[in-house]
Structures are given as C-alpha cells and as structure tokens.
C-alpha cells in the first residue's frame, strides 16, 4: 500500500456566476440565510466562492481569539467587535467574512438599520484570518492584502501550523513574528495583547 504524501492543503471551490447569473447584494445575502451550513463569499469579480467549514480545533481557537477580542472590546468601549459569521461588503464589491474583525463605534453607527441587519457595506478597521490545517497560505495571504487594499488599517493572519503571525497595514511591508507570546494591537487597537498560549 502506498501512502500519499501530498499536501492536505485544500482550496476553496468557485463558482463563476456572470454573465449567466447577475446576482444582487440582496439575493446573496438570501443564499447565505439558505445555505447557514455553507461558509459563503463572493471575490470583486462577482464569482461564488464555497469553503470548507473549519475543524473542530481551529473553531475552539477561533472562539478563543473571539472572546479576547471581545473582552478587551467590552472594556475598551470605542468599537465594535464581529465573529467569524459576519460578512462585510467591500468597496471593491467583495463579499468577505474575517475569522474576527473590529471597527470603531463612529463608523458603526454611520450605517443604516437596514445595513446593520445584513452584510454591512463597510469595511473594519482591523481583521484577523486563522489558518486552518487546510488552507492553503497564499490564497489567506491574498485575502489579507485585499483587506488592506479596501481599507483595514490592522490585519494579522495567524498560521497555527508554522506559529507565525503574519501582520499587515496600508503602505508598509508585511512583517511576521516567529512564534511570539503576545500579539499587539497597538496603534489601531490601542491596549489589545493578544495571548497566543490560547490560540497556538
């Protein structure tokens, strides 16, 4: 018997909608309440993007880095934190739902009622993405970049498999920690340590 050595690395299957399908903010956010079992997203070109949910580990930690989040949020008191089923509209029309994510009370409140209830059309100011054993580095480095390029000022992905912390802002290189302790939030989430004995 031969053993596979190939990578469990998966990538997510996409759907490509247009022009047979034009589908509205409204209509997506109708298939997403049908489908709450799925982990749905649409990229800037409009396609359906369909993604494995996580494994048990990688849901405990990311309900580990949740509840920090929203601790220091509760104490901090000038944002808004949001966990991994929430989905924001990007300016560059993308559909996407960070692992966590965090953006100031004033931009939450400039939303409409509506806008709050389904993907708000805003992009956070911070997002966080957790690798999973399956996901495949490049394509979650990929997605960090759109966020700085549609206007998160703090970004981090969290590789769990390489204990790294890749960390991104606007205008400057990527830089990375080899398997630190804490994680700073600093300037954009003034005071937030991220202990990572709970998420390695």
């Not at 005071?191 to 998420?199: E, H, W």
Request: hydrophobic share 35%.
């Amino acid at each position: 018997m031969i053993l596979s050595t190939a990578s469990n690395e998966t990538t997510p299957l996409i759907l490509q909608l247009s022009p047979a399908i034009a589908m509205t903010d409204e209509q997506f956010f109708a298939l997403c309440q049908l489908n709450r079992d799925y982990r749905l997203e649409r990229n800037a070109k409009g396609e359906l993007v369909i993604m494995p949910p996580t494994g048990s580990e990688t849901g405990n930690r990311n309900a580990k880095l949740t509840q920090q989040l929203g601790n220091w949020t509760d104490d901090d008191g000038t944002g808004i934190n949001f966990d991994s089923s929430t989905g924001f509209k990007l300016p560059n029309g993308a559909n996407r739902s960070p692992d966590a994510a965090w953006m100031t009370l004033g931009k939450w409140n400039s939303l409409t009622e509506d806008q709050k209830i389904k993907f708000a059309p805003i992009c956070p100011d911070f997002v966080v993405e957790i690798r999973s054993p399956s996901d495949q580095l490049q394509s979650l480095q990929d997605k960090l970049q759109e966020y700085i390029d549609n206007g998160v000022k703090l970004g981090w992905l969290i590789d769990r498999k390489h204990r790294r912390v890749y960390i991104y802002r606007p205008q400057t290189a990527v830089e990375y920690l080899e398997n630190p302790t804490t994680v700073s939030g600093d300037p954009v989430l003034s005071g937030f340590q991220l202990q990572m004995n709970t998420i390695w």
